[in-house]
Every structure is written in C-alpha cells, then in structure tokens.
C-alpha cells in the first residue's frame, strides 16, 4: 500500500469517526432543545445522508473521480463547516415538537431541521464514497477503515463529553475535516486550497460559542423557571447522559410538595431546584435547620406507608435531592438506602449544597447508591420493609409530554414483580404519580402491579392493594401479604385527617370514594373495580392501559389509533395533550424522511436509471443488487436497534446504549470486511483446485 493510499485510508477514518461522533452528539442536542433525544429522527438522517451521498456520486463520478484528491478536500472541509452551520441553527428555526399537533407549519420546520441536520453527513458520505470509487480495488480495506473509524469516533466523543460541553465537542468533531484535507492533500497543495483551509481552520476557531450552544426550548420546564425575576443558575455540569442544573432565587422560595394536605399546619422549606436536560428532576430542602423543617412531609400522601410500618429499613428509588430520604429519617427508619442513577445530581447534594442540604447524604442510618434502580432492585439480596417511589426523587414518570417513547424497564410488570419480590413478608411498596384527567398513568400502574402480584402466586390481588387520591396526586401501596383490619382503619385515618380520598381498599363501597376532592365521577374507584374483575383492558377506552412488558417497556404510552379522529377533532377543545404529540412525531417524522428520500435519493438516479435501461440487460440486475444491498442495511439496522433497546434494561441510558452497541457492530463489520480479501482468494483458490480435479 502506498503512502498516499493510506493517508486516505486515514482520512476515510477520521471523517467517519467524526460523522458517528456527530450522530451521538446530536442525541445530546435534541434531548436538550427538545423533549427527547429522537433517536429514530437521527439514525434517519445519518442514514439519508450517506444515501444521498451515493446518488450524488452515481451522477457526478466521472467529474469528481479524476480529480480526487481536490474532490475529497473540498467535501472534508464543507463537513467541518456544515457542521458547524447545522449545530448553529437547528434549535433557532423555531421548531417545538408539541405544536405539530395544531401548529401544520411545524412539519415543515420539522423537515429544514431534518435537512440542515443532514448536510454533513452527506459531504462524509461523499468523502467515504470517492475513496471507495477511487480504489475499487481496496473497498474492503476501506470500508475497515470506515467502519473501525465510526467506532473509535463514538467512543471518542462520549469521552470528550465527559469534560467538554456539547458545543465545545462540536468544534473537536469539525476539526477532522480540515485534518482529513490535509491528509489527503490535493485541495490543500495549491494557494486556493490553502486559503480555503485556512478559512476552514479559522471559522472552527473563531466561531462564536453561543452559536453552536444548544437552544433550548421556551416551553421546557427550565426555560420557564429561568423566566421568574430572581432565578439564577447556582451549578451546572454536562456529561454525557444530559446536562445537569440546579437553580436558587433570590425573591420568592422555591417550595414543592406534590399532595400537600390541605390541612397542613407547616410549609415547605426553602428549597433548590434540580433539572436534568431541561426537565424537573426534584428538590433539594434546606435542611440547616435539621428535621423539625421537614414536618410537612407527614402531610402528603407518601407519608402512607409510614403509618402502616414502624421503624422500616427503607429502600428509595431515585432519591435526587434526598426529601424522601428526611421523611424516612423524621418517621425513625432503621436503615435508609437511597438509589440515585445521576451522580451529578447527588454531587450536587452533597458538594455545592452540602450545608444547605444539612448533609443528608452523610447522616446516620443512610446509604447512597449510585445506580440503575432496576439494576440495583436486581441486586439486592436483602428484603426491605418499604420500597418508595416518589415525585419527590427523579424514578417517576413525567406526566407532561415527550414521553411516550421513553423506555421506563422500573414500571414494566416485570419490573413490579421484582420490586415485590424484593419485600420482607409484610413489606410495602408505594408509588406517588401525578394525577392526571382523564385518568391513564395510575390506572395503567395499578393494572401492572395487578398483574405483577399474580406472577407472584397471588390469587387475590384486590387484598394486597391500597390506593389514595389528594388534589394533584395518586398513591399505591401493594404488599405480598393481605392488608389486614388493623391497616385498612389506619389508612381510613390517614385519609380522613389529610383531606385526601380513598380510591380502593379491600371491602371498600362507593358511598367511600370520591368526597372531598370531588370528580365528576369517581373514575379511580371504576377502574379499580374493573381491574380487579379481571377486565381491565376495554376496547372502548381512548386510551393504552395494558400493562407495559420488557418487550414494550412503554409506560407512558397510552395513544391509541382507534381514538385518533375523536382526539384530534376536538383538540381546539382541550384533548390535544391527550394526542401524544411524540408518538405522532415518529410517524410525521417517518413521512418527512420518505419525501425527502425520494428528492435526495430516488430523484437523482433517474439519469443512472435512464443509461440502464438502454443497456442489453436492462435494468433488472441493477435493482437487483439496489435490493440486495437495501436488505442487508435493514436487516444490520433492525438488528442495531434491537440491541440498542435490549441494552437499555442494563445501561439505563440511550448515550451509553448507543456508545456501546453501535461501535461494537461497526468495528466487528469492519473486522469482516477486513478479511474479505484473504476470504475471497482462498475461495477462488480452492474453486478453481476443485475445477482442475
């Protein structure tokens, strides 16, 4: 191999590397300028622009090949400044994923994100490309170094992440183009193409940092607190799993109690606000003045439990900023473990707010666990006496939108059965959700927990059930053992002192439910009763109430086609939140990236499909190795996401998902492709010894 084949080779290693780093980097910005990462939006663009790329090559090959060197400068150094130009201007051509659903104008800024973010990805295709056009007689070798490349970027850009922002990473990924120009060398040999290098090198320097950061939307729940006089940012870090923010005011407190009772004698105290990518990720209490400030957790719904139990070794499932690890304190828990999967947000707790916070995480009695809360629930050997999961802690699912795709493996019946399973006898587990009207996430839960208890063994699950109402809140207890006379009064009690209403007991009558936060109809108790006369699931409903799976580890999706038309003509009307607007985005989604497939791709081969036809062969062997190659990237496509998801359960997160599956299949691809050579003279060899014999 001559040296300036392998400084192609090189090359072809660098821009794939930052093409893929590119890709990853994207799930970053997407997650923070909108309300998920759109992992499917972004594999779809990838993918159209390496397509697009190869159209363009099959139509302007005899142009670009012979001056190859000048050819690939020039599409290295549009990658770095496309780059640069799609991070700069995605999040400010005012696309917000929730208006699609009244907003018709939004499709169509959905489609200019889709093709600005799809720019670089087609000038890395086009330098991959031409090196393969080049040296026809090296694609396997270069597909090695393409593929071995991807994978090496990935790797490298969730480590950069680690220490850099998100906008700095986009500045390390577009300095690969200039260094792939020089490697390569013919753009960059005479004056002009050093002046374009130069330019290149500068613009990557000099570019405004604002620009390339990632604009997060105005409706998030972090842009909308940032709008309060007073509300500043304390601490915020990036990683690669999100970016982390805790804000402070100035003016008035922050105080958050999700089912405060009416009734409450004492407030909240001051307290600090934690985000995670834009999203509420809990609070941190001012604790200097120790437990007497946290009374007030004994007058919300997750003090259930703690009326039922008497000095519980208590296990809380995403602990974020430690209130639920006072309220086990305050109520005499013996042992307190808390599982918090966002060390950033913990470190908060006990680094920046440590005096603030009372050094919750460093009392006695208490433990903190940095992990998965399955993963950990997985683990776990010993039995606890109550397992809580609270909207106080970050192990709740959100109820506002952008949800719906949202892999949740904790709230899957598996996941149900695993967490009672990790119970003492007469143990508890109890979950708080949001309440939400018409009523989705907490019958869906009490469905899953009853399917749960009989994987169990448990033939009556109705007696394992306590379920309660406050104004914005639901509460579920379950227990592996029959809730006794004794309980059912304390929790009737409980009820009564709090103004909160009870949902199910078991031998509880409808003259019980629904009084003090009064519905128009007691919805809870109606579904409980159909849950536990085994049909739950009514092919009338509006909504997806069957349990999620490990196979479907959906939770919060409830979209359901039947109720489509009926939602969408009275979403002027109030339903449109019921619409599922992410849902409905991956279809929107889907159409925009076929329409523009068909303009970047299909339409122009028709030059190509043209000569085709004029040849003595015609066009069938053509479209049948178009169709071979088409269903040998599905089939590595399906299989990539299919592990990517698999994979979630264990590593919790999309980023490290994605950073561990995709570069593992591309560098084992690569592997292959590297022996295809020495593959395919030792097939021709013993072929043609098996001719002369």
Known sequence: MHGSERRAFLAVALISGASLGYELLLLRFFSTMYWDHFAHLIISMALLGFGASGSLLAVFQQRLIPRFHRSFSLCALLFALTLLTAASLAGRLGFNPPEVIWNAGQLARLAAVFLLATVPFLCAGLCIGLTMRWKTEAVARIYQADLSGAACGALLIVALLCILTPQAGVRVLALAGPAAAVLVGGGTRARRGRFALAVVVLSIVLWPAHWLAPVMSPFKELSQALQVPGVRIAQQTHTPTGGFTALTTTTIPFRSAPGLSMLSPVSPPEQVALFHDGHSAGMIHRGTDGPAAMEFMRWTPMALPYVLLDSPRVLILGAGGGGDVWHALIEKAVQVDAVEPHR???????????????????????????????????????????????????????????????????????????ALSRLSEHGLLTITLALDLPPRSAVKLMTTIAEALQQAGIVEPSRHVAVIRSWNTVTIAATPSPLSSVQLDEVRTFCRSRAYDLVWLPGITSAEVNRINVLDRPFFYEAALKIWQGRPHQPASPFNLTPATDDRPWFSHFFRWHSFGTLWAQRAAGSAAMLEWEYLLLWMSLVVALCVSLVMIVWPLRPVYQAQRLQKHGTAPYLARALYFAALGLAFFFLEIAFMQQFLLFLSHPMIAMAVIVPSFLFFAGCGSGCTEYVAKRVAASSLAWIRD
């Open 344 to 418: 950033e947000l913990t470190n908060f707790v006990v680094a920046t707010f440590h005096t603030f916070s009372g050094g919750i995480y460093e009392r006695d009695h208490v433990r903190l666990f940095q992990s998965d809360a399955r993963g950990f629930l997985a683990a776990a050997t010993t039995p606890y006496d109550l397992i809580q999961l609270s909207p106080f802690g970050t192990a709740v699912p959100a109820t506002a939108g952008g949800h719906a795709l949202n892999a949740q493996y904790l709230y899957t019946v598996e996941g149900m059965h695993l």
